[in-house]
Each structure stands twice: as C-alpha cells, then as structure tokens.
Nanobody, 114 residues
Framework: QVQLVESGGDLVQPGGSLRLSCAASGFTFSNFFMAWYRQGPGKERELVASISTSGSTNYAESAKGRFTISRDNAKNTVYLQMNSLKPEDTATYFC????????WGQGTQVTVSS
C-alpha cells in the first residue's frame, strides 16, 4: 500500500533553515507529481509547493523565494528546503501525490520561534 513518511521537522529560530524529506513507497514514485502541504494551528491544510514528474516546480506565494522542492526518483523521496523561516511557517508539514492523493502520513512538525 501507499506509504508516505515525512521527517526533518524541528524547532528553529526565525531566519533559520530546515530540509524536510518524504520517503514514498507502494507506488511508482517517478510517475506522479508530488507536493508538500502544511497545516498550521487552527488552520486548514494548504498547498506549499509541487513538483512534476519532469522536475517543474510551483510554489504558494508564501513560499516563493524561500522554499525549494526537489525530488530524487532513485530514492523515491521528495524534499523541501526551507530558508529564511518565519514564525508563520510554524505548521505540520505533509507530503502527498498532487493529483491522486493517498492517505496522509503523520507529517513532520516545524516550529519557528525564538
């Protein structure tokens, strides 16, 4: 079955950086657009960034210029490099297939605070 395991979240100071990873299994990873989402306290889940099968990327306005999504098809892994983090980036971050989402994983917690 499809499994998505996110990791890399942490407590970081404003202005800091983190790299999130999402290990995927149970499907042919290279055939799917992938995406990162986040859900902040008291907020709905929102799309942060997506990457196509060929590596084309799209970002939410809040992520443009600070976040970079990438993928390694050999490792069935999608990454999110986050720089210049702000307190409003505090959220649980999830990955999923963009157009054919599967059951959500547990996510990884990112807390940006001084």
């Amino acid at each position: 079955q499809v499994q998505l395991v996110e990791s890399g979240g942490d407590l970081v100071q404003p202005g800091g950086s983190l790299r999130l990873s999402c290990a995927a299994s149970g499907f042919t990873f290279s055939n799917f657009f992938m995406a990162w989402y986040r859900q902040g306290p008291g907020k709905e889940r929102e799309l942060v960034a997506s990457i196509s099968t060929s590596g084309s990327t799209n970002y939410a306005e809040s992520a443009k210029g600070r976040f970079t999504i990438s993928r390694d098809n050999a490792k069935n892994t999608v990454y999110l490099q986050m720089n210049s983090l702000k307190p409003e980036d505090t959220a649980t971050y999830f990955c999923n297939r963009l157009n054919f989402p599967s059951t959500w994983g547990q996510g990884t917690q990112v807390t940006v605070s001084s």
